[in-house]
């Protein structure tokens, strides 16, 4: 969510996925999909960037939930690039806790 400040001085969140277009004539207004107006007092570059930063911060969660690695900083903008570690591991079902083994299943040899 993002923190957005009406110009009647109303401070609310928005969720950034149901926003449908941000347009500036001259105020900010803030479509959302389901055809909800709100003109904030946010400049549209200043809501872009809370756009990009909260969606960056959602990446990363999402990487580091599926068992990635991934580094935030202490804004979401400077998101480093990392490598996204995946490990996979497989292990024969008769004996838990076996490193595989050189065949492949159902294959025998010659």
Same mark, same amino acid.
């Given at each position: 969510m993002i923190?957005?400040?009406?110009?009647?001085g109303e401070h609310f969140s928005v969720d950034p996925m149901s926003i449908e277009r941000v347009e500036t004539d001259p105020d900010?207004?803030?479509h959302l999909v389901d055809g909800t107006k709100y003109v904030v007092v946010q400049t549209f570059d200043d809501l @872009?960037?809370?756009i990009r930063d909260h969606r960056a911060a959602v990446t990363v969660a999402q990487k580091r939930l599926?068992? !990635?690695?991934? *580094?935030?900083a202490d804004h979401a903008s400077h998101v480093k690039?990392?490598?996204?570690? @995946?490990e996979r591991r497989q292990y024969r079902r008769d004996e838990p806790g076996t490193p595989p083994s050189d065949t492949?299943? !159902?294959?025998? *040899?010659d």
């Open positions: 923190a957005v400040t009406c110009r009647n900010t207004v803030i @872009l960037l809370d599926a068992g !990635g690695v991934a *580094e935030i690039r990392t490598t996204i570690r @995946l492949t299943p !159902g294959r025998t *040899e």
